[in-house]
């Protein structure tokens, strides 16, 4: 208010001014009577104006300091909206720039209570399943115990019945004595009946036989006629073939023990028509017939891995990097309620790495076989819809040898197998049972997935070699696997295969072999 009222006042003040001037030259212009009194009071009015003036000017420098300040203040006003307003463009940038890093620690929180929450049920789960392990455990003892009883009382049986077979060796060896005996004796009519043919029929030495001639024999025709001597000791010839073969048979029975509905014994009538054998074909019998039995008592030793022919390709992980992986896509067309998975492997590094990793954009595991190389090494974990998981030994795939590997897994009963060499290496229930694996996700082998397609870590890679790969969408029996791992055809209606990869990444090759001895 100040500013607006100074350049008003200074003309009203110099108005005033003129004003007294002219009323002290009228007072002056009067009568000499009056100038006395007048001059006095314009004095007054002299000293007055002086005061007024003085006052003024006083006034009007306050007025001029005022408006000099007002100025001032009025540009320091401005200087400071200047810096106020960009202060505030500093303040807006720098909480544009804090509520974006709020944004990204919510997101990095968010992630690090998803990790600890499945951390938390890792460690839920893996406790459970050491649960389940120690109630294996002792049901496996309870079997072991019942299976050694079992034992010891087939060890007494086998006793016994072996016991049996050397009583009735004995028996038999005294019937292959007597049976030599009358083979012995055999041999002995067949050289007179040899000699009784080699004669002339005058001899008298041919009477005796020739009486014991069937009546009803024709005599021999004239031209080219047989004789019916020699026709009867052909039909002899016949029948004691056919009496040996089931003397061999009888043999043999007597031979496997005693058992209910076997023969009697040979008569003497019966040994005495039988042929006597070569002693070689008597020393051959019990060998055969032991090979027979150890045939059946020794389990069939699997082919060397270079007989396996149904391999078809390789795949090579050469180092642990996060650029080697191989890509299937579309992955599954339908969701899975039961799956089987088999690949012959191969690796030369301590651990066993992830082999194939499935996710979808609700979890990122979805179906994975995730070992990595962080203690302990000798096993992996089969997840299926995270975070429930089962451990498996991979122990004996870690020796720079190609293994064969099977896992198995049953919605429909909650169950899972492990097959390693044919053997089973693992088996457990109560592992999502009724849980459905969807379709369309993210299917990688050699790497674990933490988003679809990416969020890999070099030290969960695969590093080695994989043959053969191969998916089906139903639980492969025991017999599949068995022919799977000695070189037989797959199994019918595989879903994929290592021919159904789309991409290889990195430096990961695919080699085309046949049979697992040509793959490197």
């Known amino acids: 208010m100040v500013v607006v009222r100074a350049p008003k006042l200074l003309p009203i003040a110099l108005t005033l001014a003129g004003v007294c001037l002219q009323g002290i030259q009228l007072q002056q212009a009067r009568p000499g009577e009056q100038r006395k009194p007048f001059f006095e009071r314009f004095r007054r009015l002299e000293e007055q104006f002086r005061r007024f003036q003085e006052v003024t000017l006083l006034r009007l420098q306050e007025i001029a300091g005022n408006y000099n300040i007002s100025y001032n203040i009025d540009a320091g006003f401005r200087h400071l909206q200047d810096k106020h307003d960009a202060l505030e463009s500093v303040a807006n940038v720098t909480n544009a720039a804090m509520q974006e890093e709020l944004h990204h620690l919510k997101t990095w929180v968010k992630k690090l209570q998803n990790k600890t929450k499945k951390i938390d049920l890792k460690v839920l789960a893996l406790d459970e399943s050491l649960q389940e392990r120690e109630q294996q455990g002792q049901a496996e003892k309870q079997q072991q115990a019942v299976l050694l009883s079992n034992l010891t009382q087939e060890a007494t ?154 391999v078809g390709a390789m795949l090579v992980f050469p180092n642990a990097s996060t650029e080697n992986f191989a890509t299937f896509w579309p992955s599954f067309h339908t969701s899975l309620l039961e799956l089987s998975l088999c690949s012959w492997v191969k690796t030369r590094a301590n651990y066993l790495g992830t082999i194939l990793s499935y996710a979808t954009e609700d979890n990122d595991n979805k179906l994975v076989l995730h070992g990595r190389d962080v203690a302990p090494r000798n096993s992996i974990h089969f997840v299926i819809g995270d975070p429930a998981f089962r451990e498996l030994p991979v122990g004996k795939l870690l020796d720079g040898q190609w293994h064969h590997m099977c896992v198995i897994w049953s919605s429909i009963q909650g169950r899972y197998w492990f097959y390693v060499d044919r053997r089973l290496a693992s088996m457990g229930s109560k592992f999502q049972k009724g849980y459905e694996i969807p379709e369309r996700g993210s299917l990688i082998l050699g790497q674990e997935q933490d988003a679809p397609g990416g969020g890999f870590e070099s030290s969960e890679a695969f590093v080695g070699f994989l043959a053969g790969l191969a998916l089906w969408d139903r639980a492969l029996s025991p017999g599949e696997v068995s022919g799977i791992a000695i070189g037989n055809g797959l199994p019918r209606g595989p879903i994929l295969s290592l021919a159904n990869i789309t991409r290889l990444n990195g430096f990961v090759q695919k080699v085309n072999c046949a049979c697992l001895e040509h793959c490197l």
């Open 157 to 310: 049986r086998c006793k016994e019945d072996t016991q049996a077979v050397r009583a009735s060796q004995g028996s038999l060896q005294r019937v292959l004595e007597s049976l030599q005996d009358a083979m012995k004796t055999q041999g002995t009519k067949l050289a007179e009946l040899e000699q009784l043919v080699k004669s002339p029929p005058s001899s008298p030495l041919a009477a005796v036989p020739l009486l014991n001639q069937d009546p009803l024999e024709k005599e021999p025709e004239a031209a080219g006629g047989q004789n019916p001597t020699l026709r009867k000791l052909r039909a002899k010839h016949r029948q004691r073939k056919k009496l040996h073969q089931e003397n061999r048979h009888r043999v043999a029975q007597a031979q496997n023990g005693s058992l209910p509905g076997q023969k009697p014994p040979l008569q003497e009538k019966e040994l005495e028509l039988l042929p006597q054998p070569e002693p070689q074909a008597l020393r051959q019998e019990q060998p055969v017939m032991d090979k027979a039995s150890e045939e059946q008592e020794i389990p069939k030793v699997p082919h060397p891995p270079g007989t396996i022919c149904n």
